[in-house]
């Protein structure tokens, strides 16, 4: 290596006090508790989560069982990680495992009477149940009035902030988990997603989904504007194919979602029953692929998703997790351009993200050191957000 250069390595979560320490030792003690309650489970399951948090926390890395139908699929995402501590292990690739082995844990895909019911549903229910929820829906009212610049400013940021509202990050974080005052958007290339948009004739647009519940009411809000404002000609919704980092989407919260916008009074009702058909007639096509799990970031996608994601006119992608994986989950210096990191990706793309874990790229310098000398912990908690593109 060159002298001077700085050294760029994968997150890992040995260090006490950083952000990805205080995920496996504060946050996840808290989560396997909700896990255990949420669920009559049998014994053997409450047993498997504390066996589990107690090897996650300070043991080494066990292989799932061997008779498990994604076996092989683990054995080829699972870059000699296997016998290594969790703590040494990339943040990234030991999260999207210890979810995997929660699955495992619970039984989600044993035979049994649990079998697919979603490990996260009561969180999620519970979130689509608040009164947040109902004033949201009831502003919608408000979006027809105003002009298409303003609409769209509405429906882009109500998506990006939406992205607060995840479960995971709410077992520790200690702000709100909507609009606040603090909230500030360090870079926003807003403008220029609309001009690819405006640009294309027939838009096709693929978003990239992260969390059920609010986030994705604000989403599907999004879609429901590109659509019907013509921006885009179709729309591809890409979800979880299983329950996954406690609140990310997967299909049947999309059904839930949608019916909850449709159940509403006034033009949230409209909407929903606009989606609901959009979904139905293919309009709105929902997708799900098994990477979407992976404990990889997106450079090693399939080919069959690179070919599709290729036909997108722009891909939007939400949240944190997806802009980790989209970035690389590195000790990248923050003024590291986005554009350099992100021109594999096989359309331009657009992250929309809330900056809830250390990496952050594409930042000024002045923008950097007024942020660091700020003394908040604007990388992690929730406060800051980025709506990054690249052509
Ligand atoms: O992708 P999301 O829902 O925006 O965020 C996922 C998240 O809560 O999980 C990780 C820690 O567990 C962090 O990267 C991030 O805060």
Redesign the pocket.
């Known amino acids: 290596m060159t002298s001077g250069a700085p050294r760029v390595t994968p997150i890992v979560s040995d260090s006490p006090g950083s952000f990805a320490w205080g ?1 496996w030792n504060q ?1 996840h003690p808290v989560l396997i508790k909700q896990i255990r309650d949420a669920y009559p489970y049998p014994p053997a399951a409450h047993e498997a989560l504390e066996a589990l948090l107690a090897e996650s926390i300070a043991g080494d890395i066990q292989k799932l069982p061997s008779d498990v139908h994604d076996f092989a699929m683990w054995e080829q995402w699972c870059d000699d990680q296997y016998g290594r501590p969790w703590a040494q292990a990339p943040f990234l690739w030991a ?1 999207s495992y210890f979810y995997r082995r929660v699955l495992e844990a619970v039984g989600y895909f044993r035979p049994g009477p649990l079998r697919g019911v979603d490990t996260f549903a009561p969180f999620k229910q519970a979130e689509l149940a608040t009164p947040l929820v109902e004033t949201e829906l009831t502003a919608l009212d408000a979006l027809a009035g105003l002009g298409l610049s303003d609409q769209r400013h509405a429906v882009l940021t109500a998506s990006l902030w939406g ?1 607060r509202a ?1 479960l ?2 709410r077992i520790t974080a200690k702000g709100p988990d909507h609009g606040a005052p603090e909230a500030d958007l360090i870079v926003d290339d807003s403008a220029t997603a609309w001009v690819i948009l405006d640009d294309a004739p027939s838009a096709v647009v693929h978003l990239v989904a ?2 059920a519940g609010r986030e994705l009411l604000a989403d599907l809000v999004l879609i429901d504007h590109l659509l019907t404002t013509g921006a885009a000609v179709q729309v591809v919704l890409h979800v979880k194919p299983q329950p996954y ?1 406690v ?2 989407a997967n299909g049947s919260d999309v059904v839930d979602v949608t019916r909850r916008i449709a159940a509403a009074p006034g033009d949230a009702a409209d909407i929903g029953h606009r989606l609901w058909a959009a979904l139905t007639d293919g309009t709105l096509q929902l997708r799900t692929h098994a990477f979407w799990c992976a404990p990889l970031p997106f450079d090693r996608m399939p080919t069959d998703l690179v070919m599709e994601l290729s036909k997108a006119t722009l891909t939007i992608l939400k ?4 802009y ?1 994986k989209l970035v690389g989950d590195c000790t990248w210096p923050a003024t590291t351009p986005f554009g350099e990191l992100t021109s594999y990706f096989p359309s331009p793309v657009a992250a929309l ?2 900056l ?2 250390d990496v952050a790229v594409g930042i000024g310098l002045a923008e950097l050191e007024q942020l660091d000398a700020s003394g908040a912990q604007w990388r992690t908690d929730g406060t800051h957000a980025l709506i990054q593109v690249r052509k």
Do not use: A, I, P, Q
């Not at 949240?319 to 997806?322: A, V």
């Open positions: 995920v946050r999260e992205n995840d995971g990050f992260d969390n980092y609140s990310d949240g944190d997790l997806n980790r993200r809330t809830k874990s």
